[in-house]
Nanobody, 115 residues
Framework: QGQLVESGGGLVKPGGSLRLSCAASGVIFRFTDMGWYRQAPEKQRELVARITSGGITTYSDVVKGRFTISRDNAKMTVTLQMSSLKPEDTAVYYC?????????WGQGTQVTVSS
């Protein structure tokens, strides 16, 4: 059974930056598509960014140009670099391995953007 552990969340002011990391174990990481999702209060969980096993990235329209997803197959980690953060980016951010259906989820890390 795979396990994902997120880190790096916290409180940041609008316009600031944060870097989220996700450490994977128990998955064949280099062959697994990875993603970051987020869920704000009273909203559905949504895809933020995704990186395939081959390194192809996709982003939601609301974060495109501000967030960057990357992966290190040797370290089995995936990172989400977030910049120009907005209050509407406030949410619990979840790391995912293998897709939203049937994939593995981390426990989530809170990101709060507030002055």
């Amino acid at each position: 059974q795979g396990q994902l552990v997120e880190s790096g969340g916290g409180l940041v002011k609008p316009g600031g930056s944060l870097r989220l990391s996700c450490a994977a174990s128990g998955v064949i990481f280099r062959f697994t598509d990875m993603g970051w999702y987020r869920q704000a209060p009273e909203k559905q969980r949504e895809l933020v960014a995704r990186i395939t096993s081959g390194g192809i990235t996709t982003y939601s329209d609301v974060v495109k140009g501000r967030f960057t997803i990357s992966r290190d197959n040797a370290k089995m980690t995936v990172t989400l670099q977030m910049s120009s953060l907005k209050p509407e980016d406030t949410a619990v951010y979840y790391c995912n391995a293998g897709g939203a259906i049937g994939g593995v989820w981390g426990q989530g890390t809170q990101v709060t953007v507030s002055s």
